[in-house]
């Protein structure tokens, strides 16, 4: 999972937890009818919309900004919206039909149409608590993204490691071959004609094959085996160096010229 989907996983946890699981929980403590409990949850979702808007606008556009000042003028016209929101809820509640009519007159009993009676819906313990846990899944979405960033650093600097590998062994490669068959050639050896096919083959490899991000792993153990045929010529007997492999190559992908620096 990337870092958003580890994200909205937390999210739709978080969610799961403070509109479903915790609500259903306290309602199965304190009230003798199921009715009545999943009215506490339906009333616990409609307030979820209020709470998104503190972890996923507030606290982004505020405390993930550095506006510390910002955000301590910005928190009590937000608490004015999370208690509207509560009345709401509560108000679109009691006018649901389906709704057991005890439980109705329980929250009209509350009065949330009126602010007269009083200026909290919901305790502020309870609203603490829930804005602390929306600041921690925030904080951890923050993580998860932080943690995505350091490991494209890591990966971007491996591959920026892996190409000057390749710069570095490319005009060095040649360069030994090159001066192979320059002594093959004084010498008038025989083999002068196939060293150059090797070295075609292996050029054409890493000219085109090596620009690739991964090549399949067949085809770099031909190149290696090319590779290890022309600097067989320059000792006696030519079987001196010995080349082979185990298990099934195909279908394996892997870093081009990866292994050069070892086989040299």
């Known amino acids: ?19 479903v699981v915790s609500p259903f929980a306290v309602g199965l403590q304190i009230f003798d009818s199921l009715s009545f409990t999943l009215s506490l949850v339906l009333l616990n979702i409609l307030q979820l919309p209020a709470i998104m808007v503190f972890y996923r606008f507030y606290l982004p556009s505020t405390i993930g900004r550095g506006r510390y000042l910002v955000a301590a003028l910005l928190l009590t016209p937000y608490l004015i919206l999370y208690e509207l929101s509560t009345r709401l809820a509560s108000i679109m509640t009691m006018r649901l039909p389906f709704i057991p009519l005890q439980y109705r007159q329980n929250l009209a009993s509350a009065h949330p149409e009126d602010f007269t009676q009083g200026y909290f819906n919901q305790s502020l313990g309870y609203t603490s608590l829930v804005l602390l846990a929306a600041t921690t899944l925030y904080v951890l979405k923050l993580l998860f993204k932080n943690q995505h960033h350091l490991t494209s650093i890591a990966t971007q600097k491996l591959s920026l490691e892996l190409k000057q590998l390749k710069a570095q062994i490319q005009p060095h490669f040649f360069f030994n071959t090159l001066n192979n068959m320059y002594a093959l050639s004084v010498q008038q050896s025989p083999e002068t004609p196939r060293m150059i096919q090797n070295l075609s083959s292996i050029m054409r490899y890493v000219l085109y094959e090596s620009n690739s991000e991964k090549v399949s792993l067949e085809k770099e153990a031909d190149f290696i085996r090319n590779y290890i045929q022309l600097e067989s010529y320059r000792h006696s007997p030519s079987q001196l160096i010995e080349f082979s492999t185990q298990g099934n190559l195909s279908g394996v992908q892997v870093e081009p010229l990866l292994f050069m620096p070892l086989i040299e």
């Open 1 to 19: 999972l990337d870092f958003r989907q580890k994200g909205m996983v937390a999210e739709g946890l978080y969610l799961l937890f403070i509109g």
